[in-house]
């Protein structure tokens, strides 16, 4: 009798020498697919930088309300003013060409190599700190998006009938409107235009239909799989069983579907900060400083391409992240 | 009655289709006794599974159970006030049936019955695991669903399943995903989920079909282990007699939704009451004989759509006569042992239906496979 398992096990073997499970072996999977790495690569420093200013911004500008930390120096923009100059000082004439060119308005220095802006703001720190807009927008708004779409989508293919019904069609309402369009107007009718809160809050909720209708197509094959059934006969409730079975099989394509929709979501931030919503001057996004450098495009050129080139990098480095991980991720490639 | 840990009684589930009601269950009666082996044997289609699924009522939408009572120790799993509707009356939509008061609440029935009281196996190992949980958080999770157990207690509980279950290095594989396992080891962790939480009947649907004969011999051995170490009761559904002869004590035999006939194992294979399970056991390959052609059972399974008129085996069984179209056996007692042996054949004396003076019929399906089994068999004369 003994021997028998054994056997068993050795029939087994080839599977459980490398184990292909976990972060691990989805990194590197990824890793041999070079413009998956590529977009790893643009995608870790974008988050990167954008966690420095995050800090920088936000957490020591709230810190600065604080007496004890006040009293440290600790302030808005203190890391920036310390190693460097505010991203919203003015410190040097407008619209500077990047370093090595000339233009109507003087020779551009090693100190801004990128330029300056239509008030003498250093564009490089202001493309830096601008990533901090988009990256924290883009990714809460996904993130919300994924979860409350992954909850309705996966309560409606779970259950079906009526409820199927309900959530579906008020989700395909949604779905049906031009999504810049439905945040325009969500915003108009929240009058909130400053507020980067509400324009987060906002795209997130517009991007819910997409992740509802992607995860309740999986959900209505995971709960068809015997393991459910299994887990229903073992005594689970049915929430428990969406939550520990039918969730966690359906995730593979939110976490693609997500990586590409971060990409998307900073396109959206950009677009409306563009139009002027969500942040206000001086705080710094890629979107604004395309709105400024678009008026002044005829005196210096070089201020529109900055931006423009931040959004298009870390737009393609998040979807080719998520190209790639489609593929590690789907079952039928790494089988 | 008491002596008995589950019984079944009449119990009728229907699954309503756009070609009419099929009566996958239409009818069956069994019971089990507590740590007691039963078998529950049939072709594909007879509806094992669906009386599996019936008992836990788990049956999938559209299907509905419709009519019976089930009863498991002193609690009713599925009961009615009012007599189950007929035949007729139900051919082409369901009745919209309401169980009786004493009836478990769905509730109940998941905290008290479901993984404590009655575990279900199912027939592929490798799909009823979770393939992205690791084998033994998935053990673990049922055990703190099913026991008062904290996370760390049952885990360690979790590892020595494990190893109740014959299952090599278990510490070792606890951390194992599905696909990493074989699908015998992946059927031995799912013996571990249903032992583990302690109930006392475990139902296992085709449990070793889909393994081959070394790995099955291995977890039968398995299961005679843990079944007289636990005394837990068994209902094995199988279409394998020869597992049954290896492993239960009473078998009932299924046809088309319908039990036919239900005996201990002895009486069974050695007094054979029905000819379908007959016709079954003359199916078997024997490798004492040389024949040219295997004595299959003429004919299909009819359709539960709309099964034959009186006993539903009489369209392919080699004794039919003309009664058989006409009267609806029952599964009643026809001899006396150890264990009353019920067939539902009218050729017994246990049926008045005057078997010996009706015309034989021409069995339609049967045409050429009919004179083979008639000589093998013996015909009707011999009992």
């Known amino acids: 009798m003994a021997g028998n398992p054994r056997a068993e096990r050795a029939e087994a073997a080839p599977g459980s020498d490398s184990p292909r499970v976990g972060w691990r072996a989805t990194l590197a999977t990824l890793g041999r697919d070079r413009s998956a790495l590529a977009?790893?690569?643009?995608v870790a420093t974008v988050l990167a930088v954008a966690t420095v200013a995050f800090v920088d911004a936000v957490v020591f500008g709230f810190l600065g309300e604080f007496g004890f930390f006040a009293s440290l120096g600790v302030e808005q923009y203190w890391l920036a003013k310390t190693v460097w100059i505010s991203p919203t000082a003015e410190v040097a004439p407008e619209l500077l060409p990047p370093v090595g060119l000339e233009n109507a308005f003087g020779q551009g220095r090693l100190a801004h190599p990128l330029g300056t802006d239509d008030r003498g703001r250093d564009v490089l720190l202001r493309l830096l700190y601008g990533s901090r807009v988009a990256v924290q927008v883009a990714l809460v708004a996904t993130l919300v998006g994924a979860v409350g779409g992954s909850a309705v989508g996966a309560v409606a293919g779970y259950y079906g009938g009526w409820v199927d019904d309900a959530l579906m069609r008020g989700v395909e309402v949604?779905?049906?409107?031009?999504?810049?369009?439905?945040?325009?107007?969500?915003?108009?009718?929240?009058?909130?235009?400053?507020?980067?809160?509400?324009?987060?809050?906002?795209?997130?909720?517009?991007?819910?239909?997409?992740?509802?209708?992607?995860?309740?197509?999986?959900v209505l094959a995971v709960r068809e799989a015997t393991y459910v059934e299994a887990a229903r006969a073992a005594g689970r409730s049915h929430l428990g069983v969406v939550w520990h079975h039918v969730v966690p099989n359906s995730l593979g394509p939110v976490v693609v579907q997500g990586t590409v929709r971060v990409g998307t979501a900073i396109l959206v931030i950009a677009a409306l900060s563009f139009l002027g919503f969500g942040v206000s001057e001086p705080t710094p996004s890629w979107g604004a400083m395309l709105a400024t450098a678009r008026d002044v495009m005829l005196q210096n050129l070089w201020f529109s391409l900055w931006p423009g080139l931040a959004i298009l990098v870390t737009v393609v480095g998040f979807t080719l992240l998520g190209d790639g991980l489609r593929d590690t991720l789907d079952p039928r490639r790494s089988q | 009655m008491s002596e008995h840990l589950l019984s079944v009684d009449d119990l009728r589930t229907y699954f309503p289709t756009d070609r009419g009601v099929v009566r996958a269950v239409d009818g069956v009666s069994f019971d089990v006794r507590p740590g007691e082996v039963v078998g529950l044997v049939g072709e594909s289609g007879a509806g094992k599974s669906v009386v599996a699924r019936s008992l836990l009522r788990l049956v999938d939408d559209p299907g509905r159970i419709v009519g019976g009572e089930v009863r498991f120790r002193d609690r009713t799993l599925v009961g009615f006030d009012d007599p189950p509707p007929d035949g007729p009356d139900v051919s082409d939509s369901l009745p919209d049936r309401e169980f009786s008061d004493a009836t478990l609440s769905a509730a109940r029935m998941r905290a008290d019955v479901r993984g404590n009281e009655i575990a279900l196996v199912f027939q592929d190992p490798t799909e009823s695991l979770n393939p992205v949980v690791?084998?033994?958080?998935?053990?673990?999770?049922?055990?703190?669903?099913?026991r008062d157990l904290d996370r760390a207690a049952a885990r360690e509980e979790a590892v020595a399943m494990l190893r109740?279950?014959?299952?090599?290095?278990?510490?070792?594989?606890?951390?194992?995903?599905?696909?990493?396992?074989?699908?015998?080891?992946?059927?031995?962790?799912?013996?571990?989920?249903?032992?583990?939480?302690?109930?006392?009947?475990?139902?296992?649907?085709?449990?070793?079909t889909a393994l081959d004969v070394t790995i099955e011999a291995g977890i039968l051995e398995t299961v005679r282990d843990l079944q007289a170490r636990y005394d837990t009761a068994f209902l094995w559904i199988t279409h394998d007699l020869g597992v049954v002869a290896d492993l239960c004590d009473r078998v009932a035999v299924m046809y088309c939704g319908e039990v036919v006939e239900q005996a201990s194992v002895e009486d069974l294979f050695y007094d054979t009451k029905h000819p379908y399970t007959r016709a079954l056991l003359d199916a078997i390959p024997r490798p004492d004989r040389t024949v040219d052609r295997f004595d299959v059972i003429p004919g299909t399974m009819p359709e539960a759509v709309d099964p034959p008129s009186g006993c539903r085996f009489h369209p392919r069984c080699p004794d039919a006569r003309a009664v058989c179209t006409e009267v609806t056996p029952d599964c009643r007692v026809v001899a006396d042992g150890e264990q009353p042996h019920r067939s539902a054949c009218v050729k017994h004396d246990a049926f008045d239906a005057d078997y010996e003076h009706s015309p034989p019929i021409d069995v339609a399906d049967a045409t050429d496979a009919d004179e083979a089994g008639e000589t093998e068999q013996g015909g009707p004369d011999d009992r």
């Open chain 1, 39 to 42: 977009g790893l690569v643009v």
């Open chain 1, 174 to 218: 949604l779905y049906a409107i031009p999504f810049l369009i439905l945040v325009l107007a969500l915003l108009a009718v929240l009058q909130a235009r400053d507020s980067l809160l509400v324009v987060t809050a906002t795209v997130g909720v517009v991007n819910v239909p997409e992740f509802a209708r992607l995860i309740r197509s999986r």
């Open chain 2, 134 to 146: 690791s084998v033994g958080a998935q053990l673990r999770e049922v055990l703190e669903t099913n």
């Open chain 2, 164 to 208: 109740a279950v014959d299952i090599p290095e278990p510490a070792a594989r606890y951390d194992d995903y599905p696909h990493q396992l074989s699908r015998g080891l992946c059927q031995r962790v799912l013996l571990a989920m249903a032992v583990g939480c302690e109930p006392s009947l475990i139902v296992a649907d085709e449990p070793t």
